[in-house]
């Protein structure tokens, strides 16, 4: 049986985790539910990481953003993509070969994503 290497890391929020992958210039922030994210101002993606039964974090997948001629492109990976659900509808499965999918990319068309804020009726418009 192997013996897996524990790590410890330190979030924003200043608490230690127990994890199995080392801090390698990151910063790592928690969120609710017990993700942790890690982020680099370096490289323009997103870790993601759970724990597991014992409390120890583990790598589950990535959000990686580019730029690609004034468009979007989500790149989304994870060893563990079993269903994807789109527009709040039912979720789907998503098997290829009978394995799960591990590569999921998206491309954002900038001009439709705008949000375009209605000022008309501020009170602090001049």
Known sequence: MSQDR?????????????????????????????????????FAGIDVYAPDQNG????????NFSLENFNTKISIHSQGINNICLNNGKPFEVKIDNRSLSNISIDVENK???????????LFDF
């Open 56 to 63: 120890v974090y583990d790598y589950i997948g990535d959000i």
């Open 112 to 122: 439709k994503a705008k949000v375009v804020i209605d000022k008309s009726n501020s």
């Open 6 to 42: 524990i790590y410890t890391i330190e979030t924003l929020q200043d608490n230690l985790h127990k994890s199995r992958f080392q801090q390698n210039g990151k910063e790592f922030t928690e969120l609710e539910g017990g993700i942790i994210i890690g982020f680099s101002k370096y």
